[in-house]
C-alpha cells in the first residue's frame, strides 16, 4: 500500500491557492473500508439513553416504539450506523446487566455514580437494548463489567443472549419474552481498565482479560464472538505493547484506543463560541488520530504482522465544556461546523488505515458529546456530523483508494496543520467516492486530483458549508446546515479540479 504523505507548504497568503494535489491509485484499491468504522455509542450517561434513545412505553407524546423515539430509529437507520455500543463507557464498569431484566416494575434501582449521581430504575436493559439495535438495524457492541463484576456474570451475560440450547440463562431469557438469541458478536472486556474501568496497570488487566476472555467462549470461539480488549487513553503506547505481548492473538478479537480532541481538560473552551484559536487546537487533537493510529498499529504489527487483531477506536470525538445552565455530569454539548471538520477528518484518517482500523465509535450517539442527533421533548435534530457521517456511508465496505496528499498549510499564529485532509474508495459498482475536507477557517482552497487507473465519465456530489466556524442547527432552525448539491468539481481526462470553500466537507461520487 501506498503510504498516505501529508506534505504541506505555507508559501502563499491570499485567499484562493493551487497547491493543493492529490494523486489516487485508483487501480491498488485493495483493502475493504469497514463498516463496522461507523459505529456508535450509546452510554447511560445524561440524556443519552434515557431521554435520548428511550422515552418510555407509556409515552404518548413522542412517538415511539417499545419506548424507542421513531424518529431517532428513522435516522439512525438512514445513517446507516453499523454498530452500536452500550451501556458505556465508565458506566459499563458498574452496571449489572441482571439488574435490567425481567419485568420492569421488579427491577433495582442503581445510583449512576460516574454521571451526574442520578438514580436509574433500569427500564431500559438488554431486552430493550438488543430489541432497538434490531430496530435500527445496526450490529449490538456489549461493553462487560470488569471493573466491579464477576467473570460468572459475564459469561452468564454471554450466555443469555447468544446460547441456543437449553441453559439456565437462556431459560431465563425464555421466560422473559425473547424465544431466540440475538448472537452478539462484539464483546468489550471492560473499559478503561487504566482508569473509570479500575485503575489497573495494564500488566494486572491482561491477565484478568485472559481470565475473562477464557470464559466467555467454549475452547475455540465456536460461537466466534469478537472480544475487544480495553485499550489504550491517547498515546499511552505502553499500555498496547503490553496488552499486545501478554495476550495470546488468538484471545484478541481488537485492541480499542480512546482519543477525544479536548484542549485541555480543566479548561475545554466552549463548544459553540469559541475563537479561532481554539478551533485550530481542537483541530491539532483531532489530526493527531493519525500518529496514534500509525503508532499503534506499529506497536500491534511486532506481535501480529498478519493484522489479524483490530485497531477499534471506541471512543473519539470532540469535548468540550457543558452547555450553560445543563448539569455538569451530563455532558451536553451542540455541535458545530467545527465538529463537521471534526468528523470529516477523522473518518479520513480512519479509511486511511483501514488494514488496521476496522472498528470505532463516535462518542456518542444522542445529546453526549459530539453527538449526531440533539433532542428536546418532542423535537429532535440532526448535528453537522450527523450530516458528514451520512455523507461519508457510501465508503463502507467500499475498497480503500491509496493516495498521497500535498497540500497548503492551514496556518494560526506559529503553528500550522494540513489543511486539506482526503479519502477515497470504490464501492462494488465500480463507482468511486472521494471525501475531501478543508478546515482551513479562511481560505478557499482549489484541490487538482489526478487519476491514476479508473475510467470515469462523470462527477456529481455533495458539500457541507456554512458561513461561521460556529453555526449550528437548532430547535429552532434545525436545518441551517445540512448537504447540499455541490457544483465545483470539474472532471476533464485524468484530471479532477475542485474549489472547496472554508471549513467545508465535500464528498463526490465518480462514475
Ligand atoms: O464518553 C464519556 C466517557 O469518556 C466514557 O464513559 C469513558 O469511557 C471516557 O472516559
Redesign the pocket.
Known amino acids: 500500500m501506498k503510504r498516505l504523505l501529508f506534505a504541506c507548504s505555507t508559501l502563499i497568503t491570499f485567499n484562493s491557492f493551487a497547491q493543493n494535489n492529490l494523486v489516487l491509485n485508483v487501480d491498488a484499491a485493495k483493502t475493504t473500508i469497514s463498516r463496522q468504522i461507523y459505529g456508535h455509542?450509546a452510554?447511560h450517561?445524561g440524556h443519552c439513553v434515557y431521554g435520548g434513545f428511550y422515552v418510555g412505553e407509556g409515552n404518548t407524546k413522542i412517538p415511539n416504539t417499545n419506548g424507542v423515539r421513531n424518529d431517532v430509529i428513522a435516522a439512525l437507520k438512514k445513517l446507516k450506523i453499523a454498530n452500536l455500543r452500550w451501556p458505556?463507557?465508565?458506566?459499563?464498569d458498574t452496571y449489572h446487566w441482571k439488574d435490567g431484566i425481567g419485568p420492569k416494575n421488579k427491577r433495582p434501582t442503581m445510583v449512576n455514580a460516574?454521571?451526574g449521581g442520578v438514580t436509574e430504575d433500569n427500564s431500559f436493559g438488554t431486552h430493550d437494548f438488543l430489541n432497538m439495535c434490531e430496530l435500527i438495524g445496526t450490529e449490538p457492541y456489549l461493553a462487560g463489567n470488569v471493573g466491579s463484576g464477576t467473570v460468572q456474570d459475564l459469561t452468564d451475560w454471554v450466555q443469555y443472549v447468544n446460547f441456543n440450547g437449553k441453559s439456565p440463562m437462556s431459560n431465563l431469557r425464555q421466560q422473559n419474552g425473547r424465544e431466540k438469541p440475538w448472537h452478539v458478536t462484539y464483546w468489550g472486556v471492560g473499559?478503561?481498565a487504566w482508569?473509570?474501568?479500575g485503575n489497573m496497570t495494564p500488566e494486572h488487566y491482561a491477565d484478568i482479560y485472559r481470565q475473562y476472555a477464557t470464559f466467555m467462549t467454549g475452547w475455540s470461539n465456536e460461537t466466534k464472538i469478537f472480544r475487544i480488549a480495553s485499550g489504550a487513553?491517547s498515546d499511552d503506547y505502553n499500555w498496547t505493547e503490553v496488552l499486545m505481548k501478554n495476550i495470546p492473538i488468538n484471545m484478541l478479537g481488537g485492541v480499542a484506543l480512546?482519543h477525544?480532541s479536548v484542549i485541555n481538560w480543566s479548561k475545554k473552551g466552549p463548544a459553540v463560541d469559541f475563537s479561532e484559536e481554539q478551533y485550530f487546537q481542537i483541530m491539532k487533537q483531532a489530526l493527531l488520530m493519525d500518529s496514534l493510529v500509525i503508532r499503534h498499529s506499529a506497536i500491534m504489527d511486532k506481535y501480529d504482522p498478519q493484522k489479524r487483531v483490530a485497531l477499534v477506536v471506541d471512543?473519539w470525538?470532540g469535548?468540550y465544556d457543558v452547555e450553560a445552565g445543563t448539569n455538569p455530569g451530563f455532558?451536553y454539548q451542540q455541535n458545530t461546523m467545527r465538529d463537521a471538520m471534526i468528523a470529516g477528518a477523522t473518518l479520513n484518517i480512519f479509511h486511511n488505515h483501514c488494514d488496521r482500523v476496522r472498528m470505532a465509535n463516535l462518542?456518542?450517539t444522542i445529546n453526549?458529546?459530539q453527538a449526531v442527533i440533539l433532542t428536546n421533548e418532542e423535537k429532535m435534530i440532526l448535528t453537522p456530523t450527523y450530516h458528514v457521517m451520512e455523507m461519508y456511508n457510501v465508503h463502507q465496505d467500499a475498497k480503500m483508494v491509496p493516495l498521497t496528499v500535498t497540500c497548503n498549510d492551514y496556518a494560526f499564529g506559529n503553528e500550522k496543520l494540513p489543511a486539506i485532509s482526503a479519502s477515497a474508495s470504490k464501492d462494488s459498482t465500480g463507482a468511486m467516492h472521494i471525501s475531501l475536507v478543508n478546515i482551513d477557517s479562511k481560505a478557499t482552497q482549489d484541490v487538482n486530483i489526478t487519476l491514476e487507473g479508473g475510467n470515469y465519465k462523470t462527477v456529481g456530489g455533495r458539500i457541507l458549508a456554512s458561513g461561521k466556524l460556529q453555526d449550528h442547527n437548532t430547535f429552532a432552525a434545525p436545518d441551517k446546515i445540512k448537504p447540499v448539491l455541490f457544483q465545483g468539481a470539474t472532471l476533464k481526462g485524468k484530471t479532477l479540479s475542485v474549489k472547496m470553500p472554508p471549513f467545508s466537507v465535500v464528498v463526490l461520487e465518480l462514475k
Open positions: 455509542f452510554e450517561l458505556g463507557g465508565c458506566f459499563a460516574w454521571w473499559n478503561e482508569g473509570c474501568g487513553s480512546h477525544y471512543e470525538g469535548w455532558l462518542a456518542q453526549v458529546l
